[in-house]
């Protein structure tokens, strides 16, 4: 089945330590996002790649950085994660461009722990 | 800007009882519509969409229909289960953002 993959899908990281979350999908999809959701709330965009196009909001702090090599493979780089970071990240896919209203499938989800 | 608006939880029903989670949303443009379901500790998996004005999604029981005229997108179900107690994402997108824009969410428990 076509499907999102995240791997970890729980990871701890110890405060100021650099983490890596990885994201594949074999969709064969355009785009792939990043989303922050924390405890009772709803998720949050970082930033998506369009192709090899990439796209920060402009409320995502500097110590997030992403990586897309290839179609497959996305990339959340946490460079010194703080407390306030810990939280489930969403990777998540769409076929077109984000601007043509089209559904995203997403991931099952890591969930960061940051001691 | 674009926004949605669900009704708070959390809601607590019994087994067959009727669903009703209200949506509004507020767009400049034609958005479409969607909503998600959550389960624990998993990610985010599409229930139903819409993608115009009187448009009616359905899934697994679940029914929603696209309301221009009272921007709305309110989610039904007419008999739930125990297997339902998830949260439920309202969501939208549209031509003027980037991201899915979702509401609060609304967590559902379906006690037996």
């Known amino acids: 089945d076509a499907m999102v993959i995240q791997n970890p899908r729980y990871q701890v990281t110890q405060f100021g330590k650099p983490v890596t979350l990885s994201c594949s999908q074999t969709?064969?999809?355009?785009?792939m996002y990043w989303y922050q959701q924390k405890s009772s709330q709803a998720p949050k965009l970082l930033f998506h790649?369009?192709?090899?196009?990439?796209?920060n909001e402009a409320d995502t702090p500097d110590n997030f950085q992403s990586r897309r090599p290839n179609t497959s493979f996305c990339f959340l780089d946490i460079r010194s994660p703080g407390l306030g970071d810990a939280a489930m990240y969403l990777c998540?896919?769409?076929?077109?461009?984000?601007?043509?209203?089209?559904?995203?499938?997403f991931g099952p989800g890591t969930r960061l722990t940051v001691l | 800007g674009d926004s949605v608006t669900q009704m708070e939880g959390p809601v607590t029903l019994s087994e067959e009882a009727f669903l009703t989670i209200n949506c509004t949303y507020t767009?400049?443009?034609?958005?479409?519509l969607f909503w998600y379901v959550q389960y624990p500790g998993e990610g985010l998996q599409l229930l139903l969409k819409?993608?115009?004005?009187?448009d009616k999604g359905s899934n697994k029981g679940f029914e929603a229909t696209y309301r221009k005229e009272t921007t709305s997108f309110h989610l039904e179900k007419g008999s739930v289960q125990v297997s339902d107690s998830a949260v439920y994402f309202c969501?939208?997108?549209?031509?003027?953002?980037?991201?899915?824009?979702f509401g609060a969410g609304t967590r559902l428990t379906v006690k037996p």
């Open positions: 998540a896919t769409s076929r077109d461009h984000p601007l043509a209203r089209d559904e995203q499938f």
């Open positions: 969709l064969n999809h355009n785009v």
């Open positions: 790649y369009y192709d090899k196009d990439f796209n």
């Open positions: 767009a400049t443009g034609y958005p479409s």
């Open positions: 819409a993608t115009k004005a009187d």
């Open positions: 969501a939208l997108s549209d031509d003027n953002n980037n991201d899915m824009r």
